[in-house]
């Protein structure tokens, strides 16, 4: 699955999320690891050639509105709408 072909659509955005969310914690958010495995299928070596070592910290606190430690679906909605605006996609 590449980012040009995910559903954007609310029940495939949440699908998506649940396939990645709970691996290793709460069922209904994703830790930094689930995450970077998202991330990784969705944009294949985005973080692997990211420019700055830290981006994936920078991402989780930036996502991470209520300071848990995890990306709840609603931060998880923020990130999804930060890249399709910025690829002009829809």
Known sequence: MSSSNFDLAPKGLKELFLKHAGKSGKKDSMNKGELKALLHELFPGLLENAKDPEALDK????????????????????????VVNASGSR
């Open 59 to 82: 991402l989780m606190r930036a996502l991470d509105h209520n300071n848990d430690c995890e990306v709840d679906f609603d931060e998880f909605v923020v990130l999804i709408t930060a």
